[in-house]
Nanobody, 126 residues
């Protein structure tokens, strides 16, 4: 069973930058996609960013220019780098994983992912 643990959330001010971390453990999945999703109460979970095979990245069109995703395979960690945070970025952020052959090409679709973390809350205020 693959385990994903997110961290790095908290309360920040609009305009701030923040980096979320997701450590994965359990068993090694080769050629994987690791992704970040977010969800606010009453809304569907939406894809934020994904990285596949430690190289190919996909960013939500809504967040282009403010979000980057990276992976450090030596630390079994995937990061979400957020810049110029806005109040609308307030959400619970989840990490997810799936084999690349499952997740591709729809890397930001919830249904493509099998393994999920518990989430980390990000609250942005003015």
């Amino acid at each position: 069973q693959l385990k994903l643990v997110e961290s790095g959330g908290g309360s920040v001010k609009s305009g701030d930058s923040l980096t979320l971390s997701c450590v994965y453990s359990g068993y090694t999945i080769r050629d994987e996609c690791l992704a970040w999703f977010r969800q606010t109460p009453g809304k569907e979970r939406e894809g934020v960013a994904a990285i596949c095979d430690s190289y190919y990245t996909t960013i939500s069109d809504l967040l282009q220019g403010r979000v980057k995703i990276s992976q450090d395979a030596s630390k079994n960690t995937v990061y979400l780098h957020f810049h110029d945070l806005k109040n609308d970025d307030t959400a619970m952020y989840f990490c997810a994983a799936a084999p690349s052959w499952v997740a591709n090409p729809h890397r930001l679709q919830i249904s493509q992912y099998t393994f999920w973390g518990q989430g980390t809350q990000v609250t942005v205020s003015s």
